[in-house]
């Protein structure tokens, strides 16, 4: 068995026998080496988390100007899902306005499965003008019929 090492010492110096990096005559890889990757590597990033806006809440003497405004709409979209499914009974719905910093509803929730009155209650709920808080406010607005 002969053990060659890399370096042979020969009569005139020392020579380096381990080739010399880059490109040779043989471009194709020997078994105990790898060929380099040249794929770019992905680097996948998701957004930042989203920072949740700071809310306010309405004075109560704000939010009864507004709704007295649309009561009629909001009376009558009750009677209409009334007239619709005379088994109702009493219905409470309680709204949840999202107010942006101009005092416009921007965005609309109920509690209601009955997608008629939801609807008919959103509606007139993106009607409602309020004083403009000069940041954006939450409301909840609870009905009773």
């Known amino acids: 068995m002969t053990i060659t090492a890399p370096w042979q010492c020969p009569a005139n110096g020392w020579i380096d026998t381990v ?3 880059g490109p040779t005559a043989s471009t194709t890889p020997t078994p105990t080496t790898k060929a380099p990757d040249h794929t770019p590597s992905r680097v996948t990033t998701s957004p930042p988390p989203k920072v949740p806006e700071r ?3 309405l004075p109560d003497q704000v939010v009864v100007r507004a709704l007295d405004a649309v009561k009629p709409s909001f009376v009558r979209c009750f009677v209409r899902a009334r007239t619709a499914d005379p088994s109702l009974g009493p219905l ?3 709204l949840h ?3 942006d910093p101009d005092g416009v509803v921007s965005r ?3 509690n ?3 997608t008629k009155l939801n609807n008919c209650l959103a509606a ?3 009607m409602m ?3 403009a808080p000069a940041e954006p406010a939450t409301v909840d607005v609870p009905l009773l019929y």
């Open 112 to 114: 209601t499965d009955i």
């Open 108 to 110: 609309v929730t109920t």
């Open 129 to 131: 003008k309020f004083a």
């Open 92 to 94: 409470k719905v309680t």
């Open 55 to 57: 809310r306010i809440t």
């Open 97 to 99: 306005l999202e107010i």
């Open 124 to 126: 007139v709920a993106r």
């Open 19 to 21: 080739p010399p990096p």
